[in-house]
């Protein structure tokens, strides 16, 4: 299931050059604000190190990734960027989670609510959706078309519980608190690791009408639409 849950494709199906520049800019520093609070120095924040690769290949400038640092360990003053999740039902009753990174709850909030009105969805309240979720860390890797049997003993041992591939990435799935160990695993048989990070699983995937599936995605590329939102979850695989 790893891998499904999370409409993380939205960068590949859509783009940069599909996004207003300035609002793809603005989730990017975000990210790496939020990010930098945990230390500034990419070498020993791989969190950071992963926001900042991301925000370079669009090619945000390195003095706006550097500001965005700053702000994040407080060395020049921006406002107070909060992670907030957001729980709602799409079309068909899919369960929707919305991560997102704001300096405005209410804001925020209300824009959210009006995009799921809008296409046949609602914005719910604290725990309808979240329940039918599991926290998991995911690595992410490139480098190999395949794995040995060696090296995905490697990785197993390391807390490895799911190997998947996509579009030539390798997607390893774990326990949080084994993330670290699975990342360093990977780097030990020379998988790329681009992106790591705790994401949200569905327990069980849902079965929809393909005649609501173009619904369902109009929803989360609306959502996405929004300077907010970083990250869109569902229990239904598009």
Same mark, same amino acid.
């Given at each position: 299931?790893? @891998?499904?849950? #999370?409409?993380?494709?939205?960068?590949?199906?859509?783009?940069?050059?599909?996004?207003?520049?300035?609002?793809?800019?603005? #989730? =990017?520093?975000?990210?790496?604000?939020?990010?930098?609070?945990?230390?500034?120095?990419?070498?020993?924040?791989?969190?950071?190190?992963?926001?900042? /690769?991301?925000?370079?290949?669009?090619?945000?400038?390195?003095? #706006?990734?550097?500001?965005?640092?700053?702000?994040?360990?407080?060395?020049?003053?921006?406002?107070?960027?909060?992670?907030?999740?957001?729980?709602?039902? @799409?079309?068909?009753?899919?369960?929707?989670?919305?991560?997102?990174?704001?300096?405005?709850?209410?804001?925020? *909030?209300?824009?959210?609510?009006?995009?799921?009105?809008?296409?046949?969805?609602?914005?719910?309240? *604290?725990? *309808?959706?979240?329940?039918?979720?599991?926290r998991r860390g995911v690595v992410r890797a490139r480098g190999k078309s395949g794995?040995?049997?060696?090296?995905?003993? %490697? =990785?197993?041992?390391?807390?490895?519980?799911?190997?998947? %591939?996509?579009?030539?990435?390798?997607?390893?799935t774990c326990q949080p608190d084994s993330l670290m160990q699975v990342r360093q695993?990977?780097?030990?048989? *020379?998988? /790329? %690791?681009?992106e790591v990070g705790l994401e949200w699983e569905a327990k069980e995937t849902a079965?929809?009408?393909?005649?609501?599936? @173009?619904?369902?995605?109009? =929803?989360?590329?609306?959502?996405?639409?929004?300077? /907010?939102?970083?990250?869109?979850?569902?229990?239904?695989?598009?």
């Amino acid at each position: 299931m790893s @891998g499904h849950s #999370k409409w993380a494709n939205i960068k590949h199906r859509k783009g940069a050059a599909d996004l207003r520049r300035a609002a793809l800019f603005t #989730k =990017l520093s975000k990210n790496i604000t939020v990010t930098a609070r945990n230390g500034g120095d990419p070498e020993f924040n791989f969190s950071l190190r992963t926001a900042i /690769d991301k925000a370079l290949a669009a090619n945000m400038t390195k003095d #706006k990734v550097d500001q965005a640092i700053k702000r994040g360990t407080g060395e020049i003053a921006g406002g107070i960027i909060e992670e907030v999740l957001y729980e709602g039902f @799409g079309p068909g009753g899919v369960a929707v989670l919305v991560e997102a990174l704001t300096d405005n709850r209410n804001r925020t *909030s209300s824009s959210l609510k009006h995009v799921f009105s809008k296409h046949g969805g609602n914005l719910s309240g *604290s725990g *309808s959706v979240q329940w039918m979720f599991v926290r998991r860390g995911v690595v992410r890797a490139r480098g190999k078309s395949g794995l040995s049997d060696d090296e995905q003993l %490697t =990785l197993i041992e390391a807390g490895t519980d799911d190997l998947a %591939t996509e579009n030539g990435v390798q997607i390893l799935t774990c326990q949080p608190d084994s993330l670290m160990q699975v990342r360093q695993a990977a780097a030990g048989i *020379s998988l /790329d %690791t681009f992106e790591v990070g705790l994401e949200w699983e569905a327990k069980e995937t849902a079965e929809v009408e393909s005649a609501i599936r @173009g619904q369902i995605e109009s =929803l989360f590329e609306a959502l996405d639409d929004d300077e /907010d939102v970083s990250d869109i979850y569902s229990n239904v695989e598009l």
